[in-house]
């Protein structure tokens, strides 16, 4: 009886281990959170963290326009990762969960290993590509914590990722 307990212990860590980058999401989907920002005159500092891992401070501006990571999701489809955002010129500043339960279903492509969800930044507020319905659909604006009462609309500034 305890050498079917240790195996299956060693089988569970073996798996975590190969579960631990998106390349090797074998058990759990994979996924990528990618952000992309038109604010160009100014700089957007980023910090994104989830319970286990610190991606530190981000700066996004004319010449960065681009952040993204990849990651595996837990097994319980838990995983949270949220960031704070904040502009260098202004008092602007949001800080939001950009992947969530809700949002992994929202970003998923139908792919074990390679889902994106895609974050636009602009001057109004903060955008969530709808993977299911095509468009980007305004989230949260800049110094509020509440979602925007708009319906999606399809946004003409921000281009299909």
């Known amino acids: 009886m305890m050498r079917k307990l240790c195996f299956l212990i060693l089988i569970f860590v073996w798996l975590n281990l ?22 160009t005159y100014d700089n957007v500092m980023v910090h994104c963290k989830s319970k286990d891992d610190d991606l530190g401070v981000h700066i996004l501006n004319f010449t960065t326009l681009e952040y993204s990571w990849t990651f595996c999701e837990n097994w319980l489809e838990s995983t949270l990762y949220s960031c704070h955002f904040w502009r260098a010129s202004s008092i602007d500043e949001q800080t939001f969960q950009v992947f969530n339960r809700t949002m992994a279903k929202t970003c998923y492509q139908g792919f074990h290993d390679a889902n994106t969800c895609h974050w636009g930044i602009k001057q109004d507020g903060f955008y969530l590509f709808d993977n299911y319905a095509r468009v980007w659909a305004k989230q949260y604006d800049w110094n509020h914590g509440r979602k925007s009462s708009r319906k999606p609309t399809i946004e003409s500034a921000l281009v299909y990722p």
């Open 18 to 39: 190969v579960n631990s980058s998106v390349e090797g999401c074998t058990i759990t989907k994979g996924y990528a959170v990618h952000m992309l920002t038109l604010i």
